[in-house]
């Protein structure tokens, strides 16, 4: 165990330098592009030359570069991401805690979505390799792949919402209903406080959403999982099983622990890559996470918050990566310390 | 080698604690309500504030929760069943609810129904009347300003506003320098409190238009909490408006409630939510679905188009957005005017308005848009609508010709004003090109580098947007034809008779008076032609069939209080 924690610590140190790149390809990429932040922030609003300077001085903007790029790495260290250029006072780090939670709560439960489909299509598949059924579980695959989230969303939507009137159409929780955030993740606040209304329809909100991502990233499960169980089900152990008398059932457990690996590598990536926000399935429900907030960063200009929150991105995917490694390393002896 | 069994173990603790890693990630980032955005005031006189470091006076009196004391168990779960409750959903977004940085149209309209300031709009005239002000006079020919208050208004919380709330909160805006600061600091020299009912203004020099700029949201007074030196951008303690700030969880709703102190015309409801959206799909199919009773800004024309035809209720509203062209007047060949007048000719407005905003602007034939005060179509008269004969004896008398032929650049910014630009840019080319004398080269950059472009005056032409910061004649000529103000638009504009006649317009309190000078600036504007206007935006509010009490302030903001659920 002594090797797995040495492991894991030169993983975690790994992380530092990964930030570090990335936030310094971020400040230079900020800086080398052509026009004035503080002039594109405010767009044809008339404001008198000496106030647009004071709003550079005030933003640091006039400090050497060597100055701006240290200053906020030390505040990146105390979670500090700078301030807003559009919204004047308010915290970068407020957004994150505010968007991180939504963006959050829609990957737990896409995850569960998708991996639930995927593992059940993926064994149907395997079971029944070369049959009619193997056959429909891989076009499955490739058209929930290839589906594209705001076509799928709006379908949804058009079913679910405006023909059968079941689910809401986006946000999180109906606005006239008032719930305490303890945790920022809704469905969990709603227990917590035994607010059953908000719990109902913080469930109705997510249930879209997560169906429509969790069906696109579902196809890759699918493929995933029947290969690697397929390649088990022909394996000589099984072949010893099957010898020896054992049930079907028992076996097919066997086979898909076995296959289960590289299943539990793809959980890891794909959550790190969740977590940064699904863009398209955000937008499409106005679901406040982080994605939308990165692209509406993006569209207003606002150079400090979109440096803010890639920087952010880059612990996540860190800390993320780390997990994983974590885990291979547990389940697979082969990997040395 | 460990079992199988083991190691599936493994798997399924190690994901667990994953997932718990998450959950207590989001739990501490959190940091239970003292960093939240999500605000609440508990009743009118126990304002609950936003707790994140509230800076300076602003001490909060209550800790931040999400319901009433005077609830009941039910009523924190859902509104009471006879509340008359409004839902209005938009895409923009709230910048700042703070009048001394707040600088866009929607946080504008938020504050001005949450605060008032010394004069507002009369919506059904357009005229300025009284409102915090029951009257004022002018003295020194403008130069000196005298508001005397009403007694009875008074914040959400029941504290009185009076002349020191209104010294103290311009003074405020004056101090912390803000966006929207020039629109105090360029006016006001001094203000002051004479007594607790009287503001006196001192301004730098006579102005005759001073009632619409102290009508803007930056001389609004606010609650004493707002800390004298810091802007506040998640601030709910409002002003003494109609309504008070309930619930504001940025980026996701808004909650407004009655102001229980509010001395004018209660509201015809009893909640106001404000519900943003990421795009104007999700919007319109929150409107199907029942789920908001108003569309406001912006729903595509498209969207438009088809709730009509579903039957929902469909309400135009004259827009004070204006798109124009910008000429190089002091280099190259649009340097010679007849060249400036002979691309002015042969423009098609109808056309234009048609073919790229499929109806949804007008044709505007002067840079102040139709319906205010002193407009006159000068462009219209001077040149006509797509007058190619016209446009072609210019370029002739400029010496132009088909085989010589005039060579402009025509430049344009991809998104900022919407997918539409690269065809309006392409449109106008077939325009001038309809002359057969003129060879137009299209060409783009991103907003950045767009905005430091053009003010460095490296566009010959190029295309451009404009919405007031107040609502006068001054606003849409001043910025753009005097010498002293017009850098930004990198026009090299400059005419001595049309700042002696801006700054007399300035200047005079009459408004028959101005208007012989704004009449004069515009017909100048025609003939040197340093911008040519081109269509006037419309705004369209959607609402569900059967809704009632729809009501736009001259300056376009949605009036809360009129709205009927």
């Given at each position: 165990?002594a090797?797995?924690a040495r492991?894991l610590l030169?993983?975690?140190?790994?992380?530092?330098?990964?930030v570090?790149?990335?936030?310094?390809?971020?400040?230079?990429?900020m800086?080398?592009?052509?026009g004035d932040?503080?002039?594109a922030a405010l767009?044809?609003?008339?404001?008198?030359p000496?106030?647009?300077?004071?709003?550079r001085e005030?933003?640091g903007?006039?400090d050497?570069?060597?100055v701006?790029?240290?200053?906020?790495?030390a505040?990146v260290?105390?979670?500090d991401?700078?301030?807003?250029l559009?919204i004047e006072?308010r915290?970068i780090?407020d957004?994150?805690?505010?968007?991180?939670?939504?963006?959050?709560?829609?990957?737990?439960a896409?995850f569960i979505?998708s991996?639930?489909?995927?593992?059940?299509t993926g064994?149907?598949a395997?079971?029944?390799r070369g049959?009619?059924?193997?056959?429909?579980?891989r076009v499955y695959?490739?058209?929930?792949?290839t589906?594209?989230i705001?076509w799928?969303?709006?379908?949804?939507?058009?079913?679910f919402?405006?023909?059968l009137?079941?689910?809401?159409?986006?946000?999180?929780l109906?606005?006239?209903?008032?719930?305490?955030?303890?945790?920022?993740?809704?469905?969990?606040?709603?227990?917590l406080t035994?607010?059953w209304?908000?719990?109902?329809?913080?469930?109705?909100?997510?249930?879209?959403?997560?169906?429509t991502?969790?069906?696109?990233?579902s196809?890759?499960?699918?493929?995933?999982?029947?290969?690697?169980?397929?390649?088990?089900?022909?394996s000589?152990f099984?072949?010893?099983?099957r010898?020896?008398?054992?049930?079907?059932?028992?076996?097919?457990?066997?086979?898909?622990r076995?296959s289960?690996?590289?299943?539990?590598?793809?959980?890891?990536?794909?959550?790190?890559?969740?977590l940064?926000g699904?863009?398209?399935?955000?937008t499409?429900?106005?679901?406040?996470?982080?994605?939308s907030?990165?692209?509406?960063?993006?569209?207003a200009?606002?150079?400090t918050?979109?440096?803010?929150v890639?920087?952010?991105?880059?612990?996540?995917v860190g800390?993320?990566?780390?997990i994983?490694?974590?885990i291979?390393?547990?389940?697979?002896?082969?990997i040395?310390? | 080698m460990?079992?199988?069994?083991?190691?599936?173990?493994?798997?399924?603790g190690?994901?667990?604690?994953?997932?718990?890693?998450l959950?207590?990630a989001?739990?501490?980032?959190?940091?239970g309500?003292e960093?939240?955005?999500t605000?609440t005031q508990?009743?009118?006189?126990t304002?609950?504030?936003r707790t994140?470091?509230?800076?300076g006076a602003?001490?909060?009196?209550?800790q931040a929760?999400?319901?009433?004391p005077?609830?009941t168990p039910?009523?924190t779960q859902?509104?009471?069943p006879?509340?008359r409750?409004?839902?209005v959903?938009t895409?923009?977004?709230i910048t700042?609810?703070?009048p001394?940085?707040a600088?866009?149209f929607?946080?504008?309209?938020?504050?001005?129904?949450v605060?008032?300031g010394?004069v507002?709009y009369?919506p059904d005239t357009?005229?300025?009347?009284?409102d915090l002000a029951?009257e004022?006079?002018?003295?020194?020919?403008g130069?000196?300003?005298?508001f005397?208050l009403?007694?009875?208004a008074?914040f959400?919380?029941?504290?009185p506003?009076?002349?020191?709330?209104?010294v103290?909160s311009?003074?405020?805006?004056?101090?912390?320098?803000?966006?929207?600061?020039w629109?105090?600091t360029?006016?006001v020299d001094?203000v002051?409190a004479?007594?607790?009912?009287t503001?006196?203004?001192?301004l730098?020099q006579?102005?005759?238009y001073?009632?619409?700029v102290?009508?803007?949201v930056?001389?609004f007074?606010?609650?004493?909490?707002?800390?004298?030196d810091?802007?506040?951008?998640d601030a709910?303690?409002g002003?003494c408006?109609p309504?008070?700030?309930?619930?504001w969880?940025?980026?996701?709703k808004?909650?407004?409630?009655p102001?229980?102190y509010y001395?004018?015309?209660?509201?015809k409801n009893?909640k106001v939510?404000?519900?943003f959206?990421?795009d104007?799909n999700?919007?319109r199919?929150a409107?199907?679905?029942?789920?908001i009773?108003?569309?406001?800004r912006t729903?595509?024309?498209q969207d438009?188009?088809n709730?009509?035809?579903?039957?929902y209720?469909?309400?135009?509203?004259?827009?004070?957005?204006?798109?124009y062209?910008?000429?190089?007047t002091d280099?190259g060949p649009?340097?010679d005017k007849l060249v400036?007048?002979a691309?002015?000719?042969?423009?098609?407005r109808?056309?234009?308005?048609?073919?790229v905003?499929?109806?949804?602007v007008e044709?505007l034939?002067?840079?102040v848009p139709?319906?205010m005060w002193?407009?006159?179509?000068?462009?219209?008269?001077?040149?006509g609508?797509?007058?190619?004969?016209?446009?072609?004896?210019?370029?002739?008398q400029?010496?132009y010709s088909e085989?010589n032929k005039l060579?402009?650049?025509?430049w344009?910014t991809?998104?900022h004003?919407?997918d539409?630009?690269?065809?309006?840019a392409a449109?106008?080319?077939e325009q001038?090109e309809?002359?057969g004398m003129?060879?137009v080269?299209?060409?783009?950059?991103?907003?950045a580098?767009y905005v430091?472009?053009?003010?460095?005056?490296q566009?010959m032409?190029s295309?451009?947007?404009?919405y007031p910061?107040?609502?006068d004649?001054?606003?849409y000529?001043t910025?753009?034809l005097k010498?002293?103000a017009n850098?930004?638009t990198?026009?090299?504009?400059?005419?001595?008779?049309?700042?002696?006649?801006?700054t007399?317009?300035?200047v005079a309190?009459d408004?028959?008076?101005?208007?012989?000078?704004?009449i004069q600036?515009q017909?100048?504007?025609?003939?040197d032609?340093?911008?040519?206007?081109l269509v006037?935006?419309?705004?369209y509010i959607?609402t569900?069939?059967?809704f009632?009490?729809?009501?736009?302030?001259?300056l376009?903001f949605?009036?809360?209080?009129s709205?009927?659920?």
């Amino acid at each position: 165990m002594a090797g797995l924690a040495r492991y894991l610590l030169l993983r975690a140190l790994l992380i530092i330098p990964t930030v570090l790149i990335l936030y310094t390809l971020v400040f230079v990429i900020m800086r080398v592009i052509p026009g004035d932040p503080v002039q594109a922030a405010l767009g044809t609003r008339y404001v008198p030359p000496e106030q647009l300077e004071l709003l550079r001085e005030r933003h640091g903007l006039n400090d050497p570069l060597y100055v701006q790029y240290f200053e906020y790495l030390a505040g990146v260290v105390r979670f500090d991401f700078g301030e807003s250029l559009v919204i004047e006072g308010r915290k970068i780090a407020d957004d994150i805690k505010d968007r991180f939670p939504a963006t959050l709560e829609l990957t737990i439960a896409s995850f569960i979505v998708s991996v639930g489909i995927g593992m059940a299509t993926g064994i149907l598949a395997a079971v029944r390799r070369g049959s009619k059924l193997d056959t429909a579980m891989r076009v499955y695959s490739i058209v929930a792949y290839t589906l594209f989230i705001p076509w799928l969303g709006s379908i949804l939507i058009m079913i679910f919402s405006l023909w059968l009137g079941l689910l809401p159409t986006h946000g999180r929780l109906d606005p006239r209903i008032s719930l305490e955030h303890k945790t920022g993740l809704y469905v969990l606040d709603a227990i917590l406080t035994q607010n059953w209304v908000a719990l109902k329809d913080a469930l109705a909100h997510l249930v879209l959403p997560a169906l429509t991502l969790g069906i696109v990233l579902s196809g890759a499960y699918t493929r995933l999982v029947r290969a690697n169980l397929s390649e088990a089900l022909v394996s000589d152990f099984v072949r010893a099983y099957r010898a020896r008398g054992v049930r079907e059932r028992r076996i097919l457990l066997h086979a898909l622990r076995n296959s289960l690996i590289p299943v539990v590598t793809m959980m890891g990536l794909q959550m790190a890559i969740l977590l940064g926000g699904a863009v398209l399935t955000e937008t499409t429900f106005s679901w406040p996470g982080m994605g939308s907030y990165l692209l509406e960063k993006v569209e207003a200009r606002d150079y400090t918050a979109v440096q803010g929150v890639v920087v952010f991105f880059s612990f996540m995917v860190g800390l993320i990566s780390l997990i994983v490694d974590a885990i291979y390393a547990l389940i697979d002896p082969r990997i040395r310390y | 080698m460990r079992s199988r069994s083991a190691q599936s173990k493994t798997l399924i603790g190690v994901a667990i604690i994953v997932i718990v890693i998450l959950a207590a990630a989001a739990f501490m980032m959190r940091g239970g309500e003292e960093t939240q955005t999500t605000t609440t005031q508990t009743t009118p006189q126990t304002q609950a504030t936003r707790t994140t470091e509230a800076p300076g006076a602003a001490k909060e009196e209550t800790q931040a929760t999400t319901t009433t004391p005077a609830q009941t168990p039910e009523e924190t779960q859902t509104q009471a069943p006879s509340e008359r409750v409004v839902v209005v959903g938009t895409t923009d977004k709230i910048t700042e609810l703070d009048p001394a940085n707040a600088y866009d149209f929607f946080t504008w309209e938020v504050l001005s129904n949450v605060m008032a300031g010394l004069v507002t709009y009369d919506p059904d005239t357009g005229e300025i009347v009284g409102d915090l002000a029951t009257e004022w006079k002018a003295e020194e020919n403008g130069k000196v300003w005298i508001f005397k208050l009403r007694t009875d208004a008074k914040f959400a919380d029941g504290t009185p506003c009076t002349a020191k709330d209104v010294v103290r909160s311009i003074e405020r805006v004056m101090q912390i320098q803000g966006d929207p600061s020039w629109l105090v600091t360029e006016f006001v020299d001094k203000v002051e409190a004479v007594d607790d009912y009287t503001v006196k203004f001192t301004l730098k020099q006579p102005t005759g238009y001073f009632l619409s700029v102290v009508a803007t949201v930056p001389y609004f007074p606010v609650h004493p909490n707002y800390p004298q030196d810091k802007i506040v951008a998640d601030a709910t303690w409002g002003g003494c408006g109609p309504y008070m700030i309930k619930e504001w969880v940025r980026d996701q709703k808004l909650v407004l409630v009655p102001n229980p102190y509010y001395y004018g015309e209660k509201p015809k409801n009893d909640k106001v939510i404000i519900r943003f959206f990421s795009d104007a799909n999700s919007m319109r199919l929150a409107l199907e679905n029942g789920e908001i009773d108003v569309a406001w800004r912006t729903l595509t024309p498209q969207d438009i188009t088809n709730l009509q035809q579903k039957g929902y209720n469909v309400v135009e509203v004259p827009g004070l957005f204006i798109r124009y062209v910008v000429v190089k007047t002091d280099a190259g060949p649009t340097s010679d005017k007849l060249v400036r007048q002979a691309l002015a000719a042969a423009i098609d407005r109808q056309e234009i308005a048609i073919r790229v905003f499929k109806g949804t602007v007008e044709p505007l034939y002067s840079m102040v848009p139709a319906g205010m005060w002193s407009h006159v179509d000068v462009f219209k008269t001077k040149y006509g609508d797509g007058n190619i004969e016209l446009a072609k004896q210019l370029l002739a008398q400029a010496g132009y010709s088909e085989d010589n032929k005039l060579k402009v650049e025509l430049w344009y910014t991809p998104t900022h004003y919407g997918d539409t630009e690269d065809e309006l840019a392409a449109v106008l080319k077939e325009q001038w090109e309809r002359t057969g004398m003129i060879e137009v080269e299209i060409k783009s950059s991103e907003w950045a580098q767009y905005v430091k472009q053009l003010g460095d005056g490296q566009f010959m032409l190029s295309l451009l947007g404009w919405y007031p910061d107040y609502l006068d004649p001054d606003n849409y000529l001043t910025p753009f034809l005097k010498s002293t103000a017009n850098s930004w638009t990198g026009t090299g504009y400059a005419n001595p008779t049309v700042d002696d006649l801006l700054t007399k317009a300035q200047v005079a309190t009459d408004q028959a008076e101005r208007e012989k000078y704004y009449i004069q600036v515009q017909e100048i504007l025609a003939e040197d032609v340093p911008f040519i206007p081109l269509v006037q935006g419309k705004l369209y509010i959607v609402t569900q069939p059967d809704f009632k009490g729809l009501k736009v302030s001259p300056l376009m903001f949605l009036i809360y209080s009129s709205l009927e659920p």
